[in-house]
């Protein structure tokens, strides 16, 4: 099976290649389904070659006559790239099929890059070698701003586009410096003279940034909830739900497996930033997704908060790397499910909402409401993926969720370290990040598909298509499939952490035949996700049966008002009401918010007026200031552009004159 995986990915390179051309000529009707058609098989091969090299422990290489000039490009697919391969294909196939469903506002502008967008992704994973890796990263770069800006005429699509391309670019000018201070000419491979202590830890910092601006950790995140409600859903579902996790695959990839080998890298100083940067992202990430109306703009908060978590087991791997091997392990365990989790609900979130939007003319939840009447098959769809991002068990976001709690509990073996507090703190924010995600998840939930509808084109949605129908219920299946039988996912990632922590005496995450998980083997606790879904279902159905066949039997009758008769679905509890008890609580500290209220005298005619202000204290304090150091430097330099050919050329003259004269001093 592994041996195919070179022939599949090219042959899914060669569709990919295809259906872009086709977007670009065929006509939008016709084409679109051969590009999203061809999209889905390409995927499809590049999953069966991620899982063939996963499942067996082979390491492949191949060679190709590309790339720069008397150099040839590197890939190689191994236990690592092929997980994430997996990860990134899967989702490309639901999200292909789901876009047969769905309508493009501009196809010719989104057909053409979709394929590509997945193509460059693979590429990244597959890149052995510097070259080949900065060119698939930044072909994912352009091919997914050019989906971000496909609907110019969108409120804010090209504000988001040029947020970021920005970010994009900086991102990949930090991953570029990286290489030039490793000395990487050529193979992603330790370099063979390690640089110096200040030279590494620069390198460092700079792939830190390069690659976690492009996964959304905090404070680099500012493009991520501008460009996901740009973008068509079923890009949407690509960037927060696959192309984030190329992120974490490039961090891994660099951080593991190149620069910890030299032996001299700052370990513990790297763990504690990434610990305490995935604590931020996590609460920061939720509490923004709690103050949001637009339901894809509250998804996209959310990828925050999981990349937060996901950066937090990476984190406590490092963390216990040398001194407790097991517990670093369970960390890197934790954070690949949580990886492949994210991938999933998220996909099925993003695309989920990507429907309500089509059929119902906006995203904003403040216009939707009673969706369940009439569509109810999304609806529960939609609510297998609320309760997987919850963190409820026993669907796969509480497996994982629950497998980094619980390494993060093993700071105590630590010692007297100073870097064991960050394992009580780093538990408490994932508590509170879980206990938040529920309720802005009943939020998103009860405000979009209960009730009554809260506007004319909500009471007139219609049920998603087959194509969306069968991607959702394929990605909800799975989220219930591993999270009641999480062992064989764990299993399959052993090979993935032998890899990155070597297989001399580090423990793997025990399982007892597959069906119940112990994060530290011959300690408790246990997770037994079968026995418990299957308790959870008695729980649930028996009182209901037993109710059914003894009492009355049901009457149907209206929904109950809360005491205010009024038929107006303006009455209903709205989303900004349901995040008021929490906005006052945290949204002084952290968004700065101030409530304004006007209320006219008794006998006015004019109405009441309530205004909320949140600021975003991030981008006003980070980047805000340099964005206007730069603006007021462009009208200051203006005036150069009108100038004579007799001043251009004495500026030139002053400019060499001062050269010479520096070097003149120099030597």
């Not at 082979?58 to 190709?64: E, H, K, M, N, P």
């Amino acid at each position: 099976m592994s041996a195919l995986a070179f022939p599949a990915l090219g042959l899914a390179a060669l569709l990919w290649l295809t259906a872009a051309m086709l977007g670009a000529i065929a006509s939008p009707r016709r084409g679109r389904s051969l590009v999203y058609g061809l999209s889905a098989l390409g995927a499809f091969l590049g999953v069966f070659a991620g899982l063939g090299v996963l499942f067996q422990g082979a390491v492949l290489t191949q060679s190709l006559p590309l790339g720069l000039p008397g150099a040839r490009s590197l890939l190689r697919l191994d236990a690592l790239s092929g997980f994430f391969l997996a990860v990134v294909d899967g989702g490309g196939v639901f999200a292909s099929l789901a876009a047969l469903s769905l309508e493009d506002a501009e196809p010719r502008r989104v057909s053409p890059f979709f394929p590509l967008f997945l193509g460059a992704m693979s590429l990244t994973l597959l890149a052995a070698d510097s070259y080949t890796f900065l060119l698939g990263w930044e072909g994912m770069s352009v091919a997914s701003w050019a989906l971000v800006v496909a609907e110019p005429r969108r409120e804010g699509t090209v504000e988001a586009g040029y947020v970021y391309l920005m970010m994009a670019s900086a991102g990949t000018l930090a991953l570029l410096a990286a290489f030039v201070l490793l000395g990487i000419g050529g193979r992603l491979a330790p370099p063979p003279l390690a640089p110096g202590a200040g030279a590494l830890a620069l390198a460092l910092t700079l792939v830190t940034l390069g690659t976690t601006s492009k996964a959304g950790l905090v404070p680099l995140h500012v493009w991520l909830p501008l460009a996901h409600p740009a973008a068509p859903s079923q890009v949407s579902a690509l960037m927060s739900g696959v192309m984030t996790k190329v992120a974490v695959y490039a961090f891994l990839r660099l951080v593991f497996d190149v620069i910890l080998p030299t032996g001299a890298a700052p370990i513990n100083a790297l763990a504690g930033a990434i610990i305490l940067l995935g604590v931020l992202s996590a609460l920061h990430g939720v509490l923004s997704a709690l103050m949001q109306h637009d339901l894809k703009r509250l998804l996209a908060f959310h990828t925050v908060e999981n990349i937060g978590i996901i950066f937090l087991g990476i984190g406590f791997a490092l963390l216990f790397e040398k001194s407790v091997p097991a517990a670093a392990a369970l960390a890197l365990a934790a954070a690949l499910f949580h990886v492949l989790n994210h991938a999933l609900f998220k996909t099925l979130l993003f695309l989920g909402a990507g429907v309500v939007r089509e059929s119902a003319g906006s995203a904003d939840m403040e216009k939707l409401g009673g969706l369940i009447h009439r569509a109810p098959r999304l609806a529960f769809a939609f609510l297998i993926g609320t309760m997987a991002i919850s963190a409820l068990p026993p669907l796969n976001g509480f497996v994982s969720e629950w497998l980094a709690f619980q390494a993060m509990l093993q700071t105590p073996r630590l010692g007297s370290s100073p870097l064991a507090l960050l394992g009580p703190l780093a538990a408490a924010a994932l508590a509170l990040a879980a206990a938040l995600a529920a309720a802005c998840f009943v939020k998103a939930y009860g405000i979009t598909f209960l009730g009554r509808a809260r506007s004319p084109r909500a009471g007139a949605v219609v049920e998603a298509g087959r194509a969306a129908l069968a991607a959702l219920f394929g990605l909800a299946a799975l989220c219930v499939i591993f999270g009641i039988l999480p062992g064989p996912v764990l299993r399959a990632l052993g090979p993935v952490v032998t890899g990155r922590l070597g297989s001399a005496g580090v423990p793997q995450v025990s399982l007892s035949a597959g069906l119940s998980v112990s994060p530290i083997p011959g300690a408790p606790p246990h997770y037994a996700g079968l026995a418990l879904g299957f308790a959870l279902a008695i729980f649930m159905l028996l009182p209901a049966l037993l109710l059914r066949r003894r009492g009355a039997p049901p009457r149907r009758g209206p929904a109950w008002d809360c005491g205010f008769p009024d038929p107006s679905p303006a009455t209903q509890y709205s989303a900004g009401g349901f995040a008021a008890p929490i906005r006052r609580v945290f949204g002084p500290l952290v968004f700065a918010a101030r409530e304004r209220v006007e209320m006219p005298p008794p006998g006015a005619l004019t109405p009441a007026h309530f205004e909320v202000r949140l600021r975003d204290l991030v981008w006003e304090g980070i980047y805000r200031p340099p964005i206007r150091l730069v603006l007021a430097l462009a009208d200051r330099l203006n005036p150069l552009q009108f100038l004579t050919v007799r001043r251009y050329l004495g500026i030139v003259f002053g400019l060499l004159a001062a050269l010479l004269l520096v070097v003149a001093l120099w030597t």
